[in-house]
């Protein structure tokens, strides 16, 4: 099954306590990107990447990290937490293809505390 | 710069209603458009989309879409609300599929 696989789906931490959020997609898809979602605003872009080692800010990259090494992971890693990051963050993989969509995963609750 | 607009942020019909979310949007190339729908404490799932070709696009669970580039909008509906219908949708659209810029959703309530 095609599927986009994030952990943990709820975490609560506090301030400063540095986190990982995995992500990984079995569909070998190029591009694969981190959005979070807060009440009243949509789903912003965190960052992006387009291949591995091929990483870029979103429109809200501000005390986020990513990294792709292989072609089916992209962890977010948030090294230095703070309570503005309290959302609810999606992965999202697709295609080089510009006729198919985006698939995302289940999402990850994060509290910070 | 791409932006989308989604008309209210609530919305609330009676079953059996039909389902009308707004969608307008602004891309100064021809765009890909789609509607995500969110049930609670999940992903999003894909409703729909446009391309290219035909403008009016039917997806999942009955519901529809048309493309209406000289309005710029890409309004979503469904004939007949069922309770089952009841979640949060989200218009998006894309330049390059690396990239989506979504409105900020709408959440729909259905009434029995």
């Known amino acids: 099954e095609a599927q986009v696989t994030q952990n943990p789906r709820y975490l609560i931490t506090v301030t400063g306590k540095k986190l990982t959020v995995t992500c990984s997609q079995n569909?070998?898809?190029?591009?694969m990107s981190w959005y979070r979602q807060d009440p009243g605003l949509g789903l912003r872009q965190i960052y992006y990447?387009?291949?591995?080692?091929?990483?870029d800010k979103g429109d809200v990259p501000e005390g986020y990290k990513v990294s792709r090494k292989e072609k089916r992971n992209f962890p977010l890693i948030l090294e230095s937490p703070s309570p503005n990051q309290t959302s609810l963050y999606f992965c999202?993989?697709?295609?080089?293809?510009?006729?198919?969509?985006?698939?995302f995963g289940q999402g990850t609750r994060l509290t910070v505390v | 710069a791409q932006s989308v607009t989604q008309l209210g942020s609530h919305v609330s019909v009676s079953e059996g209603a039909l389902v009308l979310l707004r969608c307008n949007y602004s891309?100064?190339?021809?765009?890909?458009l789609f509607w995500y729908v969110q049930y609670p404490n999940q992903g999003l799932q894909l409703l729909l989309k446009y391309t290219t070709g035909a403008t009016l696009v039917k997806g999942i669970n009955g519901f529809e879409a048309e493309f209406k580039k000289s309005e710029t909008s890409f309004h979503l509906t469904k004939p007949s609300a069922h309770m089952s219908d009841a979640a949060e949708y989200f218009c998006?659209?894309?330049?390059?599929?690396?990239?989506?810029?979504f409105g900020t959703g709408t959440r729909l309530k259905v009434l029995a």
């Open positions: 998006a659209v894309s330049e390059r599929t690396y990239k989506y810029i």
């Open positions: 891309s100064s190339v021809p765009p890909y």
């Open positions: 999202a993989s697709s295609s080089r293809d510009s006729n198919t969509e985006a698939f």
């Open positions: 569909m070998n898809h190029e591009y």
């Open positions: 990447s387009m291949n591995v080692e091929v990483t």
